[in-house]
């Protein structure tokens, strides 16, 4: 008997896609012996300073609800932080807000900011919730394309050009997943100027920029004019190695902030109180932890970046994050048809950049947050399987077998 209980959705979360990147490692979990190179999130385990915080604060009954805000303690030491690293500066009490990791402060800066209908530019290719948690909102998606012969730097000629009446925001990443791309401090200040010009509402989602490997990471709130139209995304996720504690956080005026509080009290009411405290000591103590996780993700990155174009698939140097985004159009593969048979025929889990946009098409993300000999393995395998497509790396394979 066909299921009649569809017609109780809602019109806008049946048009949602799924997931990209969940609907394909459901593959992944049935398979044995696999090595993923697809999750964005560190091999490495938080660190242990980081862990005992949250065990003591576990041990001496922290076990309540705290602010909707978040504990006051974990927003001074945010202030702290953000002003120290990112030189923007935040009132502790009323423009911080303690979310369930960055996705959530993504859900509620949406949900606070839009009316039915208005339209948000995102940058493509972007993470894969950027554009659902729009539609979410009941807002429209306008993406600015961003090419690999830019290294995926989001530019303001193409903002421009996206851009439609109804426009409210400009949501941008960077570093950007999946592309590693970061963008120069004069593209963001003229990308800056058009926000102004147009008074769009900025929402800058910065989880990457400790894991800048290359040239300074800026803000575009930095940017004259751009305080009291941003709101700052970013957390404990990836630089700590904390993706498990859900822990995030978003920095804007107070009018924005205490928007974002209404949406964020009705619905997750606060972060984990022992997440909080965990999050607390990262800010206050982490950053060795972080500088050591960064030195092993930069070797990462010039193996693969090396073995990839070596074996001819076309991979720009990224400056930022844990990923590679290779260019797979030289096997005559769609993104999909790649990723499927390079899982079924060699082992090798890497995301069809189809999943982050229509300008992830022809490649693939790599995260090379894994082990560096899981990585080497993975590559010789990626390496077996473009062989059949590709002379170059199949030349390079047969040197390397008679080498033997």
């Known amino acids: ?30 398979m044995k012996d696999v090595i993923s190179l697809g999750i964005g999130e560190p ?3 938080t660190p ?25 303690e974990l927003r001074r ?47 493509d290719p972007c993470f894969v919730s950027y554009h659902p948690t729009v539609m979410l909102a009941h807002g429209v998606g306008l993406p600015v394309r961003t090419e690999a012969s830019d290294a995926f730097t989001i530019k303001a000629a193409a903002v421009k050009e996206a851009w439609e009446p109804g426009c409210k925001a400009l949501i941008i990443n960077l570093p950007c997943n999946p592309t590693g791309g970061v963008a120069e401090r004069a593209e963001l200040e003229e990308i800056a100027r058009f926000a102004i010009e147009k008074d769009l509402v900025v929402i800058s989602d910065e989880i990457y920029a400790e894991l800048t490997y290359e040239g300074e990471h800026v803000s575009i709130a930095e940017m004259p004019g751009m305080r009291e139209r941003t709101i700052f995304l970013h957390g404990c996720s990836k630089a ?12 804007a005026p107070a009018a924005l902030t205490e928007a974002m509080m209404k949406v964020h009290q009705y619905s997750m009411m606060c972060a984990s109180i ?13 950053s060795d932890g972080v500088q050591k996780m960064k030195r092993q993700y930069q070797r990462r990155r010039d193996l693969v970046v090396r073995r990839f174009n070596e074996m001819g698939l076309s991979c720009h140097r990224p400056k930022a994050t844990f990923y590679a985004f290779p260019n797979i159009e030289s096997t005559g593969l769609s993104s999909s048809e790649f990723a499927k048979r390079l899982l079924e025929e060699q082992k090798v889990a890497m995301v069809p950049g ?29 390496e077996r399987f473009v062989s059949q497509f590709n002379p170059v790396a199949s030349a390079k394979t047969e040197t390397s077998t008679a080498q033997k």
Not at 2 to 23: C, K, M, W, Y
Not at 91 to 96: N, P, Y
Not at 240 to 251: E, F
Not at 355 to 379: I, K, M, N, P, Q
Request: with cysteine.
């Open 1 to 30: 008997m066909e299921d009649q209980t569809n017609r109780f959705v809602a019109d806008h979360v049946i048009g949602l896609p799924r997931s990209g990147i969940r609907d394909f490692f459901e593959l992944v979990s049935a």
């Open 43 to 45: 091999d490495f385990t």
């Open 48 to 72: 242990w300073h980081i862990r005992e915080a949250a065990i003591y604060s576990l041990e001496k009954g922290r076990t309540h609800y705290t602010s909707n805000l978040g504990t006051i």
């Open 77 to 123: 030491e945010i202030a702290t932080y953000v002003s120290k690293y990112f030189n923007l500066e935040y009132d502790a009490k009323s423009e911080i807000i303690v979310t369930v990791g960055v996705s959530e402060a993504m859900d509620i800066a949406l949900r606070a900011i839009l009316n039915p209908g208005d339209k948000v530019l995102y940058q």
């Open 240 to 251: 700590w190695a904390m993706t498990g504690w859900r822990l995030g956080y978003a920095c």
């Open 274 to 286: 022992i997440a909080q405290d965990g999050a607390v000591e990262a800010l206050r103590h982490g």
């Open 354 to 382: 189809s999943a982050f946009g229509d300008c992830g098409e022809g490649f693939v993300r790599c995260s090379f947050a894994t082990g560096y000999d899981d990585l080497v393995e993975a590559l010789n395998r990626i």
